[in-house]
């Protein structure tokens, strides 16, 4: 029997992506047209769900992008959007706005390649940054036993629910492709004699996005 279920999408292409820079708060301006046209298939997508399996709650992260993903989500599917700074991304301190090339090879890698130790001035350690956002969403899935979750997230927070759910230690090499609104699905599980476990049913699902808008683009 399924219990709780946690679907996310990530957000679809921004400009900070198209121009290959640091997407902090201060730089973030949003999706591209292209960006909106991917979350508007997706939330098609979902909306058929929803009209089978509802979702009890849609959660969205502070940034540009994240709110304007779950507006296109929650315009779809009838469901206000509830923004909570726990669903934020890493803090990239002084790398915010900053070319992603230039902040790699000052740091001798991207965020996760030394994963205890700031990839700018100010900014987080990965391996912080996974253990702040999965304190978070561990005490939002105990908030929110048995309903069926719906999250317009970061990659980042799609990676944080993996480590969490997976039981992932620190400092591993291996990672996760998130692609721009991809879909991931958790669901919990209990059995006939009562026990309980996490199975991921899907991870970085894009086929919607062969297919094309049934819709204007907003």
């Known amino acids: 029997m399924i219990t709780t279920e946690l679907v996310f999408v990530r957000h679809g292409e921004a400009q900070c992506n198209v121009d290959g820079v640091v997407g902090g708060p201060v730089t973030c301006t949003g999706l591209t047209g292209h960006g909106q ?3 508007t298939l997706a939330a098609a997508r979902l909306a058929a769900e929803h009209c089978i399996m ?22 779809a599917l009838g469901l206000p959007v509830r923004t909570d700074t726990g669903l934020d991304g890493p803090v990239h301190g ?46 939002l899935i105990a908030r929110h036993q048995g309903d069926r979750l719906l999250f317009a997230a970061h990659g980042e927070t ?40 996490w199975l991921l049913n899907c991870h970085n699902d894009t086929a919607h996005l062969a297919r094309p808008a049934t819709g204007p683009t907003p």
């Open 37 to 39: 046209a991917q979350v």
């Open 54 to 75: 509802p979702f009890t709650a849609l959660y969205a992260g502070p940034r540009i992008r994240l709110r304007q993903t779950g507006e296109v989500l929650g315009q």
């Open 94 to 139: 002084a790398a915010d706005g900053k070319p992603w090339a230039e902040v790699k090879t000052a740091a001798g890698g991207g965020p996760h390649t030394h994963p205890d130790q700031p990839w700018a001035e100010g900014s987080d350690t990965w391996n912080g940054y996974l253990q702040r956002a999965g304190a978070f969403l561990r005490d």
């Open 158 to 197: 799609v990676i944080a629910a993996h480590t969490l759910l997976l039981g992932l230690g620190p400092g591993t090499d291996a990672g996760f492709a998130v692609s721009h609104a991809s879909i991931s699905q958790w669901q919990h599980h209990r059995n006939r004699l009562g026990q309980d476990r």
